[in-house]
């Protein structure tokens, strides 16, 4: 159903406000041919989309990765991720991508073996465990912030590196009780390699070649895969030895979890390369994307003047609070980190393939259909938002938020493979914008418009160059 909303806004001197109507590629008007897709399937998937793929609710049709059903149907949506989630599996193409680093991880896995590591798993993300991660959320917020108001004013700073930077560290201090050992930004640039290695697609997988064949993707990812696995062996190790001497209140996170899972039933536990896999998946899914959350909430706030001014009053009121309950009255910045994930969503396509044939839409799909949702898509969709490419965080205030349907926002997924961090990475969002907009003011340089770019994850091209200006001084004082 299409949200209808009063958008009177203003600007905090009580006039009314310009819509904002944030960069993005303009949609094809027709669809690619072969060798423009392949093109811009390497370059950046989301400006393949066609007019059509924005205005209707399914298009069916053979494409260069084989038949595809691209869905922007709530009610078909919802088939696929809940109702008969079971004759669906990740892709090839997915797996193919994802596999040589991930495959034995929660991410890629199916059916039994996916099950008992995500029971494995859930312990660390039930609200109540989320909630005892705000002080070293808060804590890692502050530290960075404090790090930026000892620089002078206008000192230019690339906010996307800056982000990703924190929520790596905020992972470090709260999954892994004793940190990531190496040097963080060792770590992050080895996860933004992959990323960017194997975001930018393999012809010879979107061709569908033999997995024999060798992809230069994956030999350049190897390095980046090397590292990282070197790193999570070092911790593995360094763990096994503290649990083996029986290291008295060793908080219970992420390693120790893996590494003394066991299947209810047959007892048997994770093996040691399905526990290295799930610690670089979960360094993976969980920096960069609230990261990029993060990067495009504060860009938009930097073109709004009148939702800057709110989340700065917000922050005011909300941060001398204690910090468990910190995040539940930030409710304009979750508006706003809401509102920044519709527009720029850090995953910005789900592909699903048909284990038999189902019937979505209306339409019947095929055995081996890759169904695809794209949040790129499906979030400024015109059948199902009003106004879809215009910033407005009223959408997601309390009164209006309940109406937008389900499975039209899904910024993290649906279904039984929701994203098992998303309340975790709502309130780290949450707690890091409310620190930075109290402290400072971010400017984009005049004339600076960003381009997203999928790669995995939507990312601003290039990074995000902004101008710090300071708000509070360090003793505490807003300046005005
Ligand atoms: C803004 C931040 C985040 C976004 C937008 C996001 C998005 C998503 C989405 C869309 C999925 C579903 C993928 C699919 O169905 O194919 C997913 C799955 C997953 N996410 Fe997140 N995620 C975020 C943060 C996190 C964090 C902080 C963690 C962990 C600390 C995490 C761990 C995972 C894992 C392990 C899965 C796989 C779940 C499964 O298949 O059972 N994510 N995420």
Request: proline share 7%; glycine share 6%; charged share 25%.
């Amino acid at each position: 159903m299409r949200q209808s909303i009063n958008r009177a806004t203003h600007t905090p001197s009580g006039q009314a406000s310009k819509p904002l109507y944030p960069p993005a590629p303009r949609p094809q008007k027709a669809p690619l041919g072969p060798f423009t897709m392949l093109r811009l399937l390497r370059r950046n998937p989301i400006e393949t989309w066609t007019e059509a793929h924005f205005q209707l609710p399914i298009l069916i049709g053979p494409t260069i990765l084989g038949q595809v059903a691209v869905l922007n149907d709530p009610a078909a949506i919802r088939r696929v991720f809940v109702d008969n989630a079971s004759n669906y599996h990740k892709d090839r193409l997915q797996k193919r991508i994802l596999g040589p680093g991930l495959g034995q991880s929660v991410l890629i896995a199916e059916d039994a073996d996916w099950r008992l590591q995500r029971r494995i798993l859930a312990p660390l993300f039930t609200p109540k465990t989320v909630a005892t991660f705000a002080k070293a959320t808060q804590e890692c917020a502050s530290e960075m912030v404090a790090r930026w108001q000892r620089l002078p004013e206008e000192s230019p700073l690339d906010i996307h590196q800056e982000m990703t930077k924190i929520t790596l560290e905020i992972l470090g201090r709260t999954l892994f009780a004793d940190g990531l050992d190496r040097r963080p930004e060792e770590v992050t640039a080895a996860m933004t390699r992959y990323f960017e290695t194997i975001g930018s697609l393999d012809p010879f997988d979107l061709l569908d070649l033999p997995n024999w064949l060798p992809r230069w993707n994956q030999w350049r990812a190897k390095s980046a895969l090397d590292f990282l696995g070197d790193t999570v062996s070092a911790l593995i190790s360094r763990r096994k030895r503290l649990l083996a001497r029986g290291v008295p209140n060793l908080q219970r996170d992420l390693l120790t979890l893996l590494l003394e899972a066991e299947d209810p039933e047959t007892g048997v536990g994770l093996t040691e390369t399905e526990v290295q896999a799930n610690i670089v998946a979960f360094i993976g899914a969980g920096h960069e994307t609230t990261a990029n959350a993060l990067t495009w909430s504060l860009y938009l706030l930097s073109l709004s003047e009148e939702w800057r001014a709110r989340l700065a009053a917000e922050a005011d009121r909300v941060l001398d609070m204690p910090v468990e309950s910190q995040a539940e009255h930030l409710i304009e910045t979750r508006a706003v980190i809401e509102e920044a994930m519709r527009l720029y969503p850090p995953v910005a396509s789900l592909s699903r393939e048909a284990l038999d044939y189902d019937d979505l839409a209306g339409r019947r799909i095929r055995k081996g259909t890759v169904v695809m949702v794209s949040q790129w898509v499906l979030h400024r969709h015109r059948l199902l938002w009003e106004d879809p490419d215009r910033f407005d965080p009223t959408r997601f205030l309390p009164g209006q938020r309940e109406k937008i349907d389900r499975f039209a926002y899904l910024p993290f997924g649906a279904g039984p493979r929701v994203c098992i961090g998303a309340g975790f990475a709502m309130q780290e969002a949450t707690l890091v914008l409310a620190q930075i907009l109290r402290a400072v003011r971010l400017e984009t340089k005049k004339g600076f418009k960003a381009e997203p770019v999928q790669h995995i994850t939507l990312r601003p091209r290039g990074g995000m160059p902004m101008i710090l200006h300071h708000r509070l001084q360090r003793h505490g004082k807003i300046r005005h």
